[in-house]
């Protein structure tokens, strides 16, 4: 990682114009709120108007419109969140773990990993599993036989990727026959995967996770499901078996996405949304029922089950009512 | 595992019987888009008739009613699925880890494993914990002292059996105190348990999961919980503390079972459903709200918080019109 | 732990009045129903006044109001749960782990550990890492770098705390970028993390616990989030980045609080309700679908999405009546 730079350089290698003094130099990005002289933060919201005032970072990245609520030096970019992720990654690295493999790690013999791996303590690696170059994985990730990493994947802890799928059949006396799970999981370049999050392998063929997908924590990823390229899904989502999700799509978290379900390219679903049947246009999707102080929810939930009642009512005086005028 | 098997050979030891040439020879599952030429596929539902005309696999399982819909060979059986899960069983291990205790494993001295049991890389089982014959415990799990598990128990990586319930009094300051947590779990046979599963130790009696319950990925069981032989629970879904829930249930993805509950033998709660009070009927029971496109959920979602008000000026036009009427 | 003690013994130390033998003597907890001989119950709700009656325990803690309802030797007092809790805690450790850092944990060189310290099998502790005195990380618990933990802090196996927040920026082609989390997480003292619960590591400030917050099983906690102090979540609940909880909250189980919202102190959530704006006032809150049998279900959820009509159609009749009468 470079020493500290001037907005000079910074505009140099990432683009922008410098407003004010384009010597000033940084070290490291800051929020709003907490950095410090030496620091650049960004300013993204009118609403955080009265923190850019009071801030103490020594210079801000914002949009042409706000350039002139700060008398601070600045650099002015079209779309400031974006500039301060690259501009974020000039002064740290994208993962923190050394390369190489932690002398507490179980790597099979039969497992194939690229160059500049990094497999962190405690991680179990099975057997023909392979993963890309530049790949991060760190502590206690397991990753069972026969599933594939790409490159630049990093994996939080305690992920669990190629568990068995939940295949079960009944039998005659309504006991559970375990099917066994033989896919895999394949995992494009650049997929990052959150801490705790699982992945199940295929039943025969494979679950797969394209390329650039991001995944937060506690996400479960059914058997055979396809995550298209580049769809990034939240904290606490499930996705169940054979769903295939679109490219490009936003997954809020703790939404439910149903089995066996196709859900299109740029489709938006909302947090906590539960989704039950396909979606074949791009939009934006929600179904969360509203919260209200206790006693208002226990009167109007009361009536949700009444519904067909009262609209039963409703069509009632409705006919009355056309017969009579 | 055996090599391959011709179909009259399949239908000597499972049943069924064949249409075609009973010679035709195969040696794995596959499913009807991705299986190969010597892959034996099966074929449940009319809606996958048009890939059934395209499969590439050497034979087929399927239902008397379907018999006629392909000329390749086939077994004809009354449960295709479960046939298949059989047959799958045939060419496949249930587990594929084997038996021993992993090096890097931490066994406590005080533990008892049964004969042929497997435990992974990375686990921990605790004092006092016994496993039954041929349980296999995938890498990183930990069972907490005083549990045991039956036999022929599967545990996949990162669960967590035994660690202490939620069990908390408010002291006069609203301070939480915690109460110890000294009962333990029990696990019958042939229970499955999916990755990052949690199932925690009882208060002072243990909670109990009867044998043949399937258990997937991320499932939380709170303490003293009771789940009745050979319910099934997909993902993500959630028991609460104390409650008790019957044999032969289905729990779908993400459901939530609230605490001291008592669901009857064959509830069937779909996926994403609050339970939040006693079933005594079999049957099935949901409880989600419909998703939609976004700007149709605010119209409406704002109306439920209303619906009071709604009913309550029906209820003062139907007065009216009976008055008038 | 203390031996067996009497109930005037424990009267002496815990306060409350014994009614009965006060040289009964004791040397366990119990529930009502298992509890044997030998052991001390509490009874805390007059519905389980039958199991009272057939209680086996030798002694019962109990509220003056109840003292009447059994003759078995016990200890009167104002609060039986709490008082519960803490004689509990006579007989039974808070945890049960020994002091001192298994040899199969991996504990940075640059971590920096309190007194009495445990440190299950398997854990993996980061540069910088700070853990207070008598604090207990269970088997597989993951401290990310430069995170701290105060004094007395339980972890529950397979927590992972100060993975990455879900920091990304999307570019001109709708690929996403990084965010370097660089801040870390701060917990205070006398918090609990539950099995297999996440907790993130800030995007540049800490996310911060604050002490006697307890945590149960799976629980995600995104990044920048703040927890005030001694308030309890229950399992699997999610709380999305930046979100400011207050202090002597309770968060159901399964419940989303979702991203830059404030919630007042002594704010109490359901369980499995999602709340989605900021809350300014104490109370109880409230958000689930009710469940139903899934043809009732079927019936009166269609009408919730088409609720904005209904409600057009009463104002329709409504100013027709209006006209009219």
Same mark, same amino acid.
């Given at each position: 990682?470079?020493?500290?730079?001037?907005?000079?350089?910074?505009?140099?290698? =990432?683009?922008?114009?410098?407003?004010?003094?384009?010597?000033?130099?940084?070290?490291?990005?800051?929020?709003?709120?907490?950095?410090?002289?030496? *620091?650049?933060?960004?300013?993204?919201?009118?609403? &955080?108007?009265? $923190?850019?005032?009071?801030?103490?970072?020594?210079?801000?990245?914002?949009?042409?419109?706000? *350039?002139?609520?700060?008398?601070?030096?600045?650099?002015?970019?079209?779309?400031?969140?974006?500039?301060?992720?690259?501009?974020?990654?000039?002064?740290?690295?994208?993962?923190?773990?050394? *390369? #190489?493999?932690?002398? %507490?790690?179980?790597?099979?013999?039969?497992?194939?990993?690229? @160059?500049?791996?990094?497999?962190?303590? #405690?991680?179990?690696?099975?057997?023909?599993?392979?993963?890309?170059?530049? %790949?991060?994985?760190?502590?206690?990730?397991?990753? &069972?036989?026969?599933? %594939?990493?790409?490159?630049?994947?990093? /994996?939080?802890?305690? @992920?669990?990727?190629?568990?068995?799928?939940?295949?079960?059949?009944?039998?005659?006396?309504?006991?559970?026959?375990? !099917?066994?799970?033989?896919?895999?999981?394949? !995992?494009?370049?650049?997929?990052?995967? +959150?801490?705790?999050?699982?992945?199940?392998?295929?039943?025969?063929?494979?679950? !797969?996770?394209?390329?650039? /997908?991001?995944?937060?924590?506690?996400?479960?990823? #059914?058997?055979?499901?396809?995550?298209?390229?580049?769809?990034?899904?939240?904290?606490?989502?499930?996705?169940?078996?054979?769903?295939?999700? +679109?490219?490009?799509?936003?997954?809020?978290?703790?939404?439910?996405?149903?089995?066996? =379900?196709?859900?299109?390219?740029? /489709?938006?679903? %909302?947090?906590?949304?539960?989704?039950?049947?396909?979606?074949?246009?791009? +939009?934006? &999707?929600? +179904?969360?029922?509203?919260?209200?102080?206790?006693?208002?929810?226990?009167?109007?939930?009361?009536?949700?089950?009444?519904?067909?009642?009262?609209?039963?009512?409703?069509?009632?005086?409705?006919?009355?009512? $056309?017969?009579?005028?």
């Amino acid at each position: 990682m470079p020493g500290p730079l001037t907005l000079g350089q910074i505009a140099a290698r =990432l683009g922008g114009r410098v407003a004010g003094d384009p010597t000033t130099t940084v070290r490291q990005v800051g929020s709003l709120e907490q950095a410090l002289a030496g *620091e650049i933060t960004f300013f993204s919201s009118p609403r &955080y108007q009265a $923190k850019l005032a009071q801030t103490h970072a020594s210079a801000v990245v914002l949009a042409p419109e706000s *350039e002139a609520l700060t008398a601070l030096p600045r650099i002015v970019c079209d779309a400031p969140y974006l500039y301060f992720a690259r501009l974020s990654q000039l002064f740290n690295p994208l993962t923190v773990q050394p *390369e #190489g493999v932690h002398p %507490s790690a179980v790597v099979s013999p039969g497992a194939r990993l690229g @160059a500049r791996v990094s497999i962190g303590a #405690g991680c179990v690696i099975g057997d023909e599993v392979s993963i890309g170059d530049d %790949s991060c994985l760190y502590p206690r990730v397991v990753v &069972y036989a026969k599933c %594939s990493l790409g490159k630049r994947v990093i /994996v939080h802890s305690g @992920a669990v990727i190629g568990a068995d799928g939940f295949g079960l059949a009944q039998d005659e006396a309504s006991r559970w026959v375990k !099917i066994p799970q033989i896919g895999g999981v394949r !995992i494009g370049d650049d997929v990052e995967i +959150g801490a705790n999050t699982t992945i199940d392998r295929g039943a025969m063929d494979d679950t !797969i996770i394209e390329e650039g /997908v991001k995944l937060d924590n506690q996400i479960q990823i #059914g058997h055979n499901v396809r995550i298209g390229a580049h769809t990034a899904m939240a904290g606490c989502a499930g996705v169940a078996g054979s769903a295939d999700i +679109g490219r490009h799509c936003t997954i809020g978290g703790a939404a439910v996405i149903l089995g066996h =379900l196709t859900l299109a390219d740029h /489709v938006h679903i %909302s947090a906590a949304t539960v989704i039950s049947r396909s979606i074949r246009r791009p +939009g934006t &999707y929600t +179904g969360v029922f509203p919260f209200d102080d206790h006693e208002s929810w226990t009167r109007n939930t009361a009536l949700v089950r009444r519904l067909a009642d009262l609209a039963e009512r409703l069509r009632v005086l409705e006919r009355k009512e $056309k017969k009579s005028g």
